[in-house]
């Protein structure tokens, strides 16, 4: 069948949504709604038989859904209507929500329904409930529905308030007067929720140092305690303000600044907290505390887990800094095996394109980023007395999927969708990729998946050979099969076997061609995307932080 994607942006789901479809060989093509008159144009060009709106903030004009199928994805159980469903499940405390797929109508998500699937409501930010939750059971709703219409059998039931499991409502927009936060009297179970519900937009427009700010990505903290409202300790970046009855630490602040355009930065980095403490704690510690921290190691049956949790899966200098001294800590343990990765969310993104949009001088930040990265690739990659496995929760892209393949094997939950690119940053890349990708799917698939910018689900990634293992179910149950099965392989026998293996080949390898020689031949090239007058990264990057829509959607989505 061919089947257009209408959406706002080729986001995470929209993406997802992508690559199910294409593995169930549907023809797909992607039209961003960038206005009326591309969708339109979009629609006559693709001729599609149906129209569906995985992730759509505009209204489809009424000249295409009366003459067309359109089904709309909305994140909200069977009767929920409005644009800010995520952000009222998490201010109610809703246990359960849903995804629901409707025919569009005039009125704004009153059409009949096609497909309505329920999720489990996790206590974390919107925007990773939406990469998880929302995203697996929009991609159930979407396949049904889908099924469904080739049926050509299937009529979708009108939505009929009168009947009883109709419990959804019309909610009004979630609007900032609705998210205000009284850190003297609010506990910090309702600031939280308050937070998590805007996160990652709009954010909750708050005061701190006499300005005014946009808060983002919210912890709790279990220990420290201080005035309510005051920034009481940093720590990684982040900034850990009291309540009446705990702390919260938010690690993102974005400012108010009206007529000028800001971007979400390190908390830490915004405000002035020359009187405030760094409050550390170590990875070790950190895994049996309610904290936060972007690191956490702990051990279990002779297997090494380095938990990692990087805000929008983006890793500054100070991150791959963070993360290579965990990792050269647990490599000295007594285990044989260490799997890393976080147990929810994404895996890696790469370079932290924020904190260098914000460096005095964004070519040399650039330059000491990828070099901190490399430095943790290096030293996954080196690694011969122990197995090393990255297990993916979440999506990667870039120098993240570059950084899990460092690893011996590479597990993935079945929703992770990657990225394996650079192209769209203007990037050659580096993090070793010149070795490591073509030694896992061959010099050709290499070349072809680092330059066409399209996304890859993790079984087509397992047939292609960049995935080792492919998980299904959610994300606790991902991470409960990754614990089984990381045991059964510190406890084969065949295991010191592999590691001489491993050691043998490495060194085959270096003397073929050292692991130095990739990487000055991989920064040659990215000195001249840092540097050279040439270059589009510059502004690419600049355009992605501020988040710039293109003018037309990019040739390489219209299918």
Same mark, same amino acid.
């Given at each position: ?7 706002? =942006? ?15 060989? !549907?023809?797909v093509?992607?039209?961003?709604a %960038? ?7 979009g ?7 149906l ?17 067309r199928? +359109? ?15 995520? /952000? ?9 929500w ?16 096609? *497909?309505?699937?329920p ?15 929302? =995203? ?6 979407? &396949? ?7 049926s ?5 039931r009108? %939505?009929?308030?009168?009947?009883p ?11 900032? /007067?609705?998210?205000?936060? /009284? ?10 929720? @308050?937070?998590h519900?805007?996160?990652s ?14 808060? !983002?990505?919210?912890h709790?903290e ?13 720590? #990684?970046?982040?900034i850990?303000?009291?309540? +009446? ?14 007529g ?21 704690v ?17 051990e279990?049956?002779?297997v ?19 993360l ?15 799997v ?9 993104n790469?370079?932290d394109?924020n904190?260098?949009? *914000? ?11 990828i ?15 122990? %197995?090393?496995i990255s ?12 950084l899990?393949?460092? *690893? ?15 192209v &769209? ?15 896992? +799917?061959g ?8 330059s ?17 293992? +492919? ?17 059964? &392989?510190?406890?084969?026998?065949? &295991? ?17 061609k ?7 031949? #991989?920064?040659a090239?990215?000195r001249?995307?840092f540097?050279? @007058?040439?270059? @589009?990264?510059? /502004?690419?990057r ?11 959607t ?6």
């Amino acid at each position: 069948m061919r089947i257009l994607l209408l959406a706002s =942006a080729f986001n995470s789901l929209s993406q997802r949504v992508f690559t199910e479809l294409r593995a169930r060989n !549907h023809v797909v093509g992607v039209e961003l709604a %960038l206005s009326d008159s591309i969708i339109r144009a979009g629609v006559t060009r693709f001729q599609p038989e149906l129209i569906i709106a995985p992730m759509l903030t505009t209204a489809v004009p009424e000249d295409i859904w009366r003459t067309r199928p +359109v089904l709309i994805v909305h994140p909200g159980p069977l009767g929920d209507r409005g644009p800010s469903s995520l /952000d009222w499940a998490i201010t109610i405390g809703a246990r359960e929500w849903g995804v629901t797929v409707l025919q569009a109508v005039a009125e704004m998500d009153a059409g009949p329904v096609w *497909a309505t699937v329920p999720f489990p409501v996790t206590a974390c930010g919107k925007s990773e409930l939406y990469r998880t939750e929302v =995203a697996d059971a929009a991609v159930e709703a979407v &396949l049904l529905a889908v099924a469904r219409f080739a049926s050509g059998i299937f009529r979708p039931r009108p %939505l009929d308030y009168t009947e009883p499991d109709i419990r959804g409502q019309e909610r009004p927009y979630f609007s900032q /007067d609705r998210r205000q936060l /009284d850190w003297q009297t609010q506990p910090t179970r309702d600031i939280l929720r @308050t937070l998590h519900a805007a996160d990652s937009q709009p954010g909750v427009l708050d005061e701190l140092c006499g300005r005014q700010f946009y808060l !983002h990505g919210a912890h709790p903290e279990d220990r420290l305690r201080g005035t309510p409202g005051a920034v009481i300790a940093t720590r #990684e970046g982040a900034i850990c303000r009291a309540t +009446v009855d705990g702390a919260v630490w938010l690690t993102q602040l974005r400012e108010r600044s009206p007529g000028r355009r800001a971007f979400k930065r390190a908390a830490a980095e915004v405000i002035e907290l020359s009187q405030v403490p760094e409050v550390k704690v170590s990875p070790t510690e950190a895994a049996s505390r309610k904290t936060f921290t972007h690191v956490r190691y702990f051990e279990r049956d002779n297997v090494g887990y380095l938990e990692f949790s990087f805000r929008g899966g983006a890793m500054n200098t100070a991150a791959c800094e963070q993360l290579l001294a965990a990792y050269l800590q647990a490599r000295e343990q007594a285990v044989d095996v260490i799997v890393l990765g976080g147990p929810r969310d994404f895996f890696s993104n790469g370079i932290d394109l924020n904190t260098i949009e *914000a460096a005095n001088d964004p070519a040399m930040e650039s330059l000491r980023n990828i070099s901190a990265m490399n430095d943790l690739v290096e030293a996954i990659l080196t690694t011969t007395d122990k %197995l090393v496995i990255s297990a993916l929760a979440g999506n990667a892209a870039a120098g993240g999927v570059m950084l899990a393949i460092a *690893a011996d094997e590479v597990w993935c939950r079945e929703a992770v969708v990657l990225n394996p690119h650079y192209v &769209l940053m203007g990037l050659y890349g580096s993090e070793y990729w010149t070795y490591s990708l073509p030694r896992r +799917v061959g010099h050709a698939t290499a070349k072809r998946l680092t330059s066409q910018p399209l996304p890859l689900n993790a079984r087509a990634a397992a047939a292609l050979g960049l995935v080792d293992r +492919v998980i299904a179910g959610d994300a606790a149950g991902f991470s409960a099969r990754v614990h089984r099965d990381a045991t059964i &392989l510190a406890r084969d026998p065949d &295991l010191t076997t592999r590691l001489v293996e491993k050691k043998r080949r490495l060194a085959a390898d270096q003397a073929d061609k050292p692991l130095r020689v990739y990487r000055a031949e #991989e920064m040659a090239r990215m000195r001249e995307n840092f540097f050279g @007058t040439r270059s @589009t990264y510059h /502004d690419l990057r600049r355009k992605f932080v501020y988040g710039e829509k293109p003018i037309a959607t990019p040739a390489y989505l219209r299918g």
